[in-house]
């Protein structure tokens, strides 16, 4: 469950600048994942400016209130560490080019995005979080689209750790062929994800029509997918963390819905772990990148 609420200014004191604010609470069931679940509150502050005419820089100041309950009994030591309340207090900031024809239907162009939050101005958690992404396309006949993404993303204590609900989980949209949170550091008696430091992925897809009239808005695509996930605080005999590949190929169908993008994928991961969850189907609203 997620509630947002939010405002934007696109032109504070008339100028070429954007301010604005947001507030949510989300509620998180991640017992399939991990055996806990987690509730989160908190906002944010936002101003965003156009450097050139493709790089724009936004800035913000988040502060969250995270909390793990519902801690099944079964579940890992290291989850169980984690149980109780955690403030983030946090300043960051977004650089963004971008080239794309399209927003929401690109085809041609490319986007590249780096971010770089800084918490421990207050709070419970003090850490460094870089992140980039970048996605490039080209049509190379009319509705014959490939493209090319990818992603990483470290972050780095400042004190003694990184908390669970501060690190990277992978799987899913991320990597299709795996489940949610399906690959990375895992307690394999309990098989509970543990989250790690450190990821990357990256994906090639071939989009194309399948003969439909164009106005009912489906495509086809084929794609291979590929990344992993690595480097967790805990350690242990029965705590799996490697830094190997994972990858997955499938094929999928999307929909442009009155309702926005909707997503059939089906997927089937050819490196994995012994210890990774896959999964073959997924059902999704939005774009990947």
Request: charged letters at 25%; glycine letters at 12%.
């Amino acid at each position: 469950q997620e509630f947002d609420i939010g405002f934007t200014e696109p032109y504070f004191l008339g100028r070429d600048l954007s301010s604005g604010f947001d507030l949510f609470k989300t509620t998180q069931d991640l017992r399939d994942e991990s055996s806990f679940d987690r509730e989160s509150v908190g906002g944010r502050l936002r101003v965003g400016y156009a450097l050139t005419e493709n790089l724009r820089q936004d800035v913000y100041y988040s502060y969250l209130q995270s909390e793990i309950t519902n801690i099944e009994a079964n579940a890992s030591r290291f989850v169980r560490d984690q149980e109780g309340q955690n403030t983030t207090s946090l300043i960051g900031q977004t650089l963004t080019y971008d080239k794309l024809d399209n927003r929401l239907e690109p085809t041609e162009g490319y986007l590249l995005k780096a971010d770089l939050d800084v918490a421990g101005l207050g709070g419970d958690s003090q850490f460094i979080r870089p992140e980039g992404r970048a996605t490039f396309y080209h049509t190379f006949v009319p509705q014959w689209t490939l493209m090319f993404g990818g992603t990483a993303g470290y972050i780095h204590a400042l004190d003694d750790g990184i908390k669970i609900q501060d690190r990277f989980f992978l799987g899913g949209r991320d990597i299709r062929g795996f489940g949610n949170a399906g690959l990375g550091p895992r307690d394999t008696i309990t098989t509970d994800a543990l989250g790690g430091n450190v990821y990357y992925t990256g994906t090639s897809e071939l989009q194309f029509p399948l003969g439909l009239p164009e106005d009912l808005g489906f495509r086809g695509a084929v794609f291979v997918d590929a990344g992993s996930l690595f480097d967790a605080d805990n350690t242990g005999a029965e705590v799996a963390d490697d830094s190997a590949l994972r990858a997955s190929t499938g094929v999928g169908l999307a929909w442009k819905s009155p309702f926005g993008p909707v997503r059939l994928d089906f997927a089937k991961a050819f490196m994995k772990q012994d210890y990774d969850i896959d999964e073959t189907f997924r059902f999704s609203f939005g774009t990947r990148f």
